[in-house]
């Protein structure tokens, strides 16, 4: 950079500075000027020295750059009251302020952003308006169901102030005039398919017959509420008032299918990314709520925390199908169950959708691996259907229950799932098991009691290619093995319940640990049909002696055979009815014995 440098005389520099010389003026703004001054120059006032001035070689004189002085060192004042600004959902809005130089203002700005984003601050012009006076409108993109972050910036030739100083910002809260729990997140009707579990996000002291007044008195024909506190279900009436963070179960009749749950004119809770909401968790499960306006991630939320291993990686709530599924983004006004491990309660900052903590880089990606392998099951009626189940084996697996692993909470009324067998776990059954890397292993899991209906459980095949060894299916109650990598689903009556999965295992290989006998299938059946049942035989170095007889409603044996069998599974024909001249409908009875152990039980007969 070139370097201009004056040589003046004292006296003639002193007069031009008493003066206010305009060429002191001008060397300002001349990158790297340097000045000549004498001991004892008298800066005029709209000059000031920043920093101590350097003594110059030459006797008797100062020397001060363009980097140690400026011309003007008084900013601009603002005058800004943050409480006249209200921002409502949908209606757009004004802010004003007054700024004043002792020069002259050169520009004004608003910064500016919805609570929940987190993209930086944009920035908009402010108008001058009569006076001292500035305005900017305020349309409804600038701030969210949450509310708008802003600051006012006002600049001069030399200085710019912000309102409010620092690194803060304003924040005005949304103002909801009606606000309504969303009809997406609600159903109408009296079976546990109705069932559906709600959060309102605003603090609130007033009663849920205030808030809900379309529901009218408690009518348990008509609707029912219900929080879930210190491990057990409580029902409004006995509990009265609402909070936010947690949620809550309701229930709607059909009644009530022309109301639509909305609220009194609130605004939306005083958090934002610099004052995130703390939702204190207990062991075991926590019915939630989510506690802003807006929706937020479970992912994000976890990350925030430092990814606590106490804390379940997903949110659990409850669908249409009658049970609950899986999530990661809870919308507003939606509540959801969240399992914790451990002795001890944990608290989470709450934060919004892709916000990071100060010390994040961003969401850590999950390592990837091929001898990791995961199963989904599905468990279905013609009423009801549950995805949530998985098996599976991974390098990080634990023993004992982690966050592969995966748990059902309880509900308002029993539901189909499935469930692994941990007694040693204070829940007693996982719904994902997912376990060490090992050759050979076997999952043991029982389906619920929920309804009469046929059952079938189905899985991938595509799935279940990745397992390097055989991977097989067995009821227990009925007998039956099934190839998982051969079929993809297995039906099964009400009644059988108890299965087993062997992974590594050969199929002659697998069998009860007592003698069993399922139940013939079908039955009833019709005269040119075939029942058959199974029988389970534990391990022996001895062959098991099995009988099948059929008696007639007046005790005269109708059928009889016998067999000798090795320790595995066994599958029984029943004769046909053509086979038995049966010409009506008839109901028999039959009996198997194996050695000295007897079971018996009805078919019946149709034409």
């Known amino acids: ?78 005058s800004y009251d943050p409480s006249t600004l209200t921002v409502r959902l949908g209606e757009e809005s004004v802010i004003s302020f007054s700024a004043t130089d002792n020069d002259q203002i050169v520009s004004t700005n608003i910064y500016y952003r919805p609570v929940s984003a987190t993209s930086a601050f944009q920035s908009m012009p402010a108008s001058a308006g009569s006076g001292n006076n500035f305005t900017k409108s305020i349309p409804t993109t600038w701030f969210d169901a949450m509310g708008i972050e802003y600051f006012v910036e006002v600049k001069d030739k030399e200085n710019t102030t912000r309102h409010p100083s620092g690194a803060g910002r304003h924040v005005a809260f949304t103002t909801h005039a009606a606000p309504q729990i969303p009809t997406s997140l609600l159903s109408y009707g009296r079976t546990k398919n109705n069932y559906r579990i709600i959060a309102i996000p605003f603090i609130t002291d007033n009663p849920i017959a205030q808030i809900f007044k379309e529901l009218g008195p408690t009518d ?115 509540g959801a169950f969240v399992f914790v491990s451990g002795t001890q309660p944990i608290a989470m900052q709450i934060p919004f959708k892709g916000q990071l903590p100060d010390h994040s880089s961003g969401r850590v990606s999950e390592e990837k691996n091929t001898e990791s392998w995961t199963v989904g099951l599905t468990i279905s009626t013609p009423g009801e259907i549950n995805s949530a189940a998985a098996f599976g084996m991974h390098t990080h697996a634990l023993n004992a229950f982690d966050a592969l692993d995966d748990l059902s ?52 095949i595509d799935e279940t290619s990745h397992v390097s060894s055989s991977l097989y299916l067995y009821d227990v109650q009925q007998n039956t093995v099934v190839d998982m990598k051969t079929t993809s689903n297995y039906r099964f009556p009400p009644e059988a319940r108890h299965f087993r999965i062997f992974m590594g295992w050969r199929s002659e290989e697998i069998f009860p640990d007592n003698i069993t006998v399922s139940p013939p299938y079908p039955n009833p059946i019709k005269s040119n049909q075939r029942a058959f049942l ?6 022996s170095k001895d062959l098991y002696p099995v009988d099948l007889e059929i008696f007639d409603s007046m005790g005269r044996k109708v059928f009889e055979t016998s067999r000798t069998l090795p320790t595995g599974l066994h599958t029984l024909s029943f004769p ?15 009996k198997v014995n194996i050695g000295r152990q007897v079971r018996s039980g009805k078919i019946m007969y149709n034409r």
Do not use: C
Not at 411 to 427: A, D, K, Y
Not at 534 to 539: D, R, T
């Open 1 to 78: 950079m070139k370097h201009l440098v004056i040589l003046v005389t004292a006296a003639a520099l002193a007069f031009e500075l008493k003066a206010q010389s305009l060429i002191l003026n001008s060397f300002s703004n001349a990158g790297g000027s340097i000045f000549y001054l004498p001991p004892d120059a008298t800066l005029p006032p709209h000059i000031g020295v920043i920093g101590q001035p350097i003594a110059d070689p030459k006797a008797g004189t100062l020397v001060i750059s363009n980097l140690m002085f400026a011309k003007d060192l008084q900013p601009p004042v603002v």
């Open 220 to 334: 348990k024909k008509k609707y029912r509420i219900y929080k879930f506190e210190a491990g057990a279900f409580k029902e409004y009436p006995s509990f009265t008032t609402v909070r936010q963070g947690e949620g809550y179960f309701i229930i709607m009749s059909a009644q009530l299918s022309n109301v639509v749950l909305s609220m009194p004119e609130f605004v939306a809770p005083a958090n934002h990314q610099a004052a995130l909401y703390e939702l204190s968790l207990n062991p075991g499960w926590n019915l939630i709520g989510n506690p802003y306006t807006v929706a937020i991630n479970w992912d994000d939320v976890r990350s925030f925390n430092g990814n606590p291993a106490s804390v379940a990686s997903d949110l659990k709530v409850w669908t249409e199908a009658g049970n609950y599924t899986n999530i990661k983004d809870l919308a507003a006004y939606q």
């Open 409 to 460: 909470p309880p509900g308002i009324q029993e539901f189909l799932t499935i469930r692994f067998n941990h007694p040693e776990h204070r829940e007693k059954y996982f719904v994902r098991d997912i376990r060490p890397i090992s050759e050979k292993y076997e999952w043991e899991f029982d389906v619920s009691d929920a309804g009469s209906d046929l059952r079938m459980l189905s899985w991938s």
């Open 534 to 539: 199974s029988v389970g035989l534990p391990q």
């Open 576 to 590: 046909s009815g053509e086979e038995l001249s049966i010409t009506t409908a008839e109901l028999l009875y039959y």
